[in-house]
């Protein structure tokens, strides 16, 4: 049965998506995929690309709800949600704080290591101390550690780093994104992600990748990457994975659907990596199928987010 469509049942519906990051790719298809759901649950439902000028033309003719579809700066760091909130257009997933300080991986990981969840020991560079790195006839790399921009998603510029002939195209490879760069003790184990609906587990995954590591090429195209839901976790670990997720969430403040990403370890200790505002909602993404194997189809789950778009209104100091 398809969830009721709530307050939104005569509303002007716009998707934003696609957008001018290094994950407009993922966009596209998390958009369309959306706009398909909710068009086909009834819905007058518009595909906004949120680039400069696409988001002038909302502002000029804003909707009654919008849904955002958005990966990587601007639409998971809180901009899209501080023009949306000055429009007073209700919007589906987290608010201007949780997103902003979700989106540095840095700040979000300083919240959780002072609220006592284990995340992996970093180092935050920025870019001026990266290229002068990368002029150093040799470097002393902390081996094994990941390299990834600190401010995007999608696994872009990420790289796992084990051999010292790798340092350099990793630091090289993060700055062809924006922002500082992280540099992150490698936590081996088993990777597993947890979906939530308003701070409420939906279900834990464990990701197999059929390479070394869960990269760009292993989440959007390579069919060999297997993804197991609910993951076989005996009940004492699986609530201290879902218990981590729940504080994690809170500690930085976010709402609607969310997804939390850890590493377990051998002693079945779960090192947080990333919290994402917005995951994914491609043919793939792991959110989508934590809600089917909780009964949920994608149309139903599309209109539980729709549902729950809100606007801040200082609610989160209140």
């Known amino acids: 049965m398809t ?3 709530g307050p939104w049942t005569d509303a002007r519906v716009a998707v934003l998506y696609g957008g001018e990051s290094e994950e407009r790719e993922i966009s596209l298809m998390t958009g369309r995929a959306m706009h398909e759901a909710l068009f086909g649950l009834g819905y007058e439902v518009d595909l906004v690309d949120a680039t400069s000028h696409g988001l002038l033309e909302l502002a000029k003719n804003p909707p009654d709800v919008a849904v955002i579809a958005l990966h990587g700066n ?9 023009l949306l909130e000055c429009l007073q257009v209700p919007y589906t997933g987290s608010g201007v704080h949780g997103c902003a300080v979700t989106m540095n991986k840095a700040t979000a990981k300083a919240l959780w290591k002072a609220a006592g969840i284990d995340t992996p020991a970093w180092q935050l560079l920025d870019r001026a101390t990266v290229r002068e790195m990368l002029t150093r006839d040799s470097l002393e790399a902390p081996l094994p550690c990941v390299i990834k921009p600190a401010l995007s998603g999608s696994s872009v510029g990420i790289t796992l780093v084990k051999t010292s002939d790798q340092f350099y195209p990793a630091l090289e490879a993060a700055l062809d994104c924006a922002g500082p760069v992280l540099m992150e003790s490698l936590v081996e184990g088993r990777e597993l992600t947890v979906a939530l609906m308003d701070g409420d587990p939906m279900g834990v995954i ?3 990748p059929d390479r ?5 090429e292993a989440k959007y195209r390579d069919a060999g990457t297997s993804y197991i839901c609910p993951a076989p976790l005996a009940r004492k670990v699986h609530n201290r994975v879902v218990n981590a997720a729940t504080a994690a969430n809170q500690v930085v ?7 939390v990403d850890f590493m377990l370890d051998a002693q079945d200790v779960p090192w947080i990596l990333e919290l994402n505002t917005m995951p994914g909602m491609t043919p793939t993404s792991l959110v989508p199928k934590a809600a089917e194997a909780a009964g949920i189809d994608f149309p139903r789950f599309i209109q539980m987010m729709l549902n729950r778009a809100t606007v801040d209104n200082d609610s989160l100091y209140a």
């Open 3 to 5: 969830e009721q469509k």
């Open 206 to 208: 464990e990701i197999k």
């Open 253 to 259: 403040g976010c709402r609607g659907v969310t997804r």
């Open 74 to 82: 601007l639409g998971e760091n809180g901009a899209v949600q501080g």
């Open 212 to 216: 070394a590591f869960y990269d760009f």
